[in-house]
């Protein structure tokens, strides 16, 4: 197996070659019930060979075969049968560790197990990985809430051991960890692997205690050339013994740690210094003719087996995964105040401080100053709720698109059931939102008290919120990074604020413009608000027009246009929501 890499960084370092081989001539085989060490010197494609093993490379070229069982590879089914446990322990914070097995084990075991077998095997997972006593923690954001750096690590193998995988990668997973936490980690992987499952871990300077856990190496020079591979037997004798054999090399001290001196004796430097190219001394080895005979083997399947095949890319249904998500979501919300309860007291604020401001005004409809503070407060209660909810939900979306990255590479769900769970658990906040803020404001500024007028405040602005918070998780699913979604989300409402209809009314917009108009939902908004509120009034204001008139020439608002406007509203916010959809499925921003 080979791995290459193209990039114009290569060319600015000076780099003339096209592509940049990351791994070469890479073979060998992993069983079940062995632990295997993949090392090797910073620069050296561990990772790499990790990413393009489970699937998981999104850039560069791979030549090569990997087998399972003898059998090609197919991406789709050795999701379902593996774990990928990354270095970065990424999982929703407004969880519990409980409620996080619970949702991959729904997601990921076969349908036909049920709910209680589902829960009886999460139970002996967690006696596994010793998550028991923090069942109801919340996860929490790394480095500042919630679980420990070596409690995270533990649930990140407790996700996926709870799908029931044959095969598990974990990428340092002693990563960052202290001499204490490191020896629980390696302990709950010892345990995992005993269960007879092949497990396989990069591990970067590991001490004695934590080498000798493992059962096999597979070592890698820089450049992703192999120089050992094979078992490391009882205190690393047999890896001492093939390098101890190599001409040139010296007798490891009493006491020393085989993993550090491995890795010493192996540099480019020490290569260069002992005239030895380690790569071609394995070559050259009977230990590699052996790996060569047993990699053979292991590429023939068995007699009287057969390809594995799973009648469905997903093990749940299309509607079991919106449901589920969905449920995880929920809890997300519920337990994140910081996003529900700030927007809902912000919302009630502002509220407040527009029904004291406009008191009573929308009941003066003498003076065409009248109108304009009528649609005044409208514009202004828009534009501060609505670019709000834009805003605050972006940082949510952004957390969460990191964890959909890890779960839709696991194959838990199809992007479209995650992203309508985003979609659908908006709606009954902003509902209590919406109901709150015009409950309050509808009297306190003397709207008329109609039981349809009302409604369709509160239909206009329900619509409203809900485009522009659907236009900011939109936003952040075309944009790479959060940063650069609030840059395009302020520049968009600065054009959705110039063309809205409030600073120049529509027939006073040049006719090359007049088209963004209604490319704007903030003018739709607008329009809604104020024809269904004076668009059928009849007093005659201090111009000589009644109110009618007035708003039919001056703004072009006509009172029977007011439904195609709410359909106009339904359309926009179904357009954000599909676009946001879209993007979800259509976008990976992770480059590995």
């Not at 290569?271 to 047993?294: C, H, M, P």
């Amino acid at each position: 197996m080979s791995s290459t890499y193209t990039s114009i960084e290569m060319k600015i370092q000076g780099v003339l070659e096209d592509k940049l081989m990351l791994l070469k001539g890479v073979s060998g085989a992993f069983r079940p019930g062995v632990l295997t060490a993949l090392m090797g010197v910073s620069g050296a494609g561990k990772t790499t060979l990790m990413d393009v093993l489970a699937g998981r490379k999104t850039g560069g070229y791979i030549e090569g075969d990997i087998k399972i069982s003898g059998y090609p590879k197919k991406q789709e089914t050795f999701a379902r049968i593996s774990g990928y446990c990354e270095q970065n322990d990424i999982h929703s914070p407004h969880v519990t560790v409980y409620e996080s097995l619970l949702y991959s084990a729904w997601l990921r075991l076969p349908p036909e197990v049920e709910s209680e077998t589902r829960k009886m095997f999460i139970e002996e997972v967690m006696e596994l990985v010793e998550l028991t006593r923090l069942r109801q923690a919340l996860v929490g954001l790394p480095g500042v809430s919630g679980l420990s750096t070596e409690q995270r690590k533990r649930l990140t193998i407790g996700v996926e051991l709870v799908a029931n995988p044959s095969i598990i990668f974990m990428d340092e997973p002693t990563s960052g960890l202290d001499a204490r936490a490191a020896a629980i980690v390696m302990r709950t992987v010892r345990n995992t692997v005993d269960t007879g499952r092949t497990v396989v871990c990069t591990i970067h300077q590991p001490s004695i205690d934590i080498f000798e856990a493992f059962d096999e190496l597979l070592l890698l020079k820089r450049g992703g050339e192999e120089i050992f591979v094979g078992p490391l037997g009882h205190h690393s004798c047999h890896l001492i013994k093939y390098f101890e054999g190599i001409e040139g090399v010296s007798k490891i001290k009493d006491g020393y740690n085989p993993a550090t001196w491995m890795l010493e004796l192996t540099t480019s430097a020490e290569e260069l210094a002992l005239g030895i190219d380690f790569a071609q001394v394995y070559k050259n080895s009977k230990l590699f003719r052996t790996n060569k005979k047993l990699v053979k083997d292991f590429s023939k399947p068995a007699p009287s087996s057969k390809d594995l095949h799973f009648p469905t890319q997903y093990s749940q249904s299309f509607l079991t995964q919106s449901m589920v998500c969905l449920w995880k979501q929920h809890w997300s919300y519920w337990r994140n105040p910081l996003y529900t309860a700030v927007r809902l007291l912000f919302t009630t604020f502002m509220a407040l401080l527009l029904g004291t401001m406009f008191w009573n005004l929308g009941s003066q409809m003498k003076r065409q100053q009248d109108l304009f503070n009528a649609m005044g407060s409208m514009y202004i209660a828009v534009f501060f709720l609505g670019v709000q909810n834009a805003t605050s939900v972006q940082p949510v979306v952004a957390i969460e698109r990191t964890v959909f990255y890890r779960e839709k590479a696991a194959g838990m769900y199809s992007a479209l059931a995650y992203a309508l769970a985003q979609v659908l658990i908006e709606l009954p906040y902003i509902l209590v939102q919406t109901v709150v803020y015009g409950v309050i404001i509808y009297k306190m500024i003397g709207f008329e008290l109609t039981l349809v007028k009302f409604f369709w405040y509160l239909f206009f602005m329900y619509f409203t919120l809900l485009y522009f918070t659907f236009s900011g998780m939109m936003i952040v699913a075309v944009s790479p990074n959060h940063h650069i979604a609030s840059i395009v989300t302020y520049a968009s409402y600065g054009l959705w604020n110039l063309f809205s209809g409030f600073i120049v009314p529509r027939p006073r917009i040049p006719i090359w413009w007049r088209w963004y108009y209604w490319a704007c939902p903030v003018a739709w908004t607008l329009y809604g608000l104020v024809a269904s509120q004076f668009g059928d009034l009849n007093d005659t204001i201090d111009n000589g027009q009644t109110v009618k008139q007035f708003l039919g020439d001056y703004f072009g608002f006509r009172h029977d246009f007011v439904g195609v406007v709410a359909a106009g509203h339904v359309g926009f916010t179904v357009l954000f929501g599909f676009i946001f959809s879209v993007s979800v499925m259509a976008f990976n921003f992770q480059t590995r």
